[in-house]
């Protein structure tokens, strides 16, 4: 069984920062990509940035050079500081990763609970 349990949201106001945590953890034989997504209030899940094993980052051009994805060292642990945050950046963030659970099995996306990030103006 594979759970991916998201941390550090909250309440902050306009241009301050929060960083979020993802830990993944259960049956990780591999795990490829990882990544953040968003979803306001009425809105779609949006991608806001995926980091691969390899390292490669990609970001929705709406936080590029404010926000940045990064992997802890042990490599099934997600990270993503928020700076500059603007109001349109309220909502709840999700935690995905491709995990292959064991050597028989393929890559499959997974996905934490959510936590909520509210930014004031």
């Known amino acids: 069984q594979v759970q991916l349990v998201e941390s550090g949201g909250g309440a902050v106001q306009a241009g301050g920062s929060l960083r979020l945590s993802c830990a993944a953890s259960?049956?990780?034989?591999?795990?490829?990509?990882m990544g953040w997504y968003r979803q306001a209030p009425g809105k779609q899940r949006e991608l806001v940035a995926t980091?691969?094993?390899?390292?490669?980052?990609n970001y929705a051009d709406s936080v590029k050079g404010r926000f940045t994805v990064s992997r802890g060292d042990a490599k099934n642990t997600l990270y993503l500081q928020m700076n500059s945050l603007k109001p349109e950046d309220t909502a709840v963030y999700y935690c995905?990763?491709?995990?292959?659970?064991?050597?028989?099995?393929?890559?499959?996306?997974?996905w934490g609970r959510g936590t909520q990030v509210t930014v004031s103006s």
């Open positions: 995905n990763a491709a995990i292959q659970a064991s050597s028989s099995l393929g890559h499959y996306p997974y």
């Open positions: 980091i691969t094993s390899g390292g490669n980052t």
């Open positions: 259960g049956r990780l034989f591999s795990i490829y990509a």
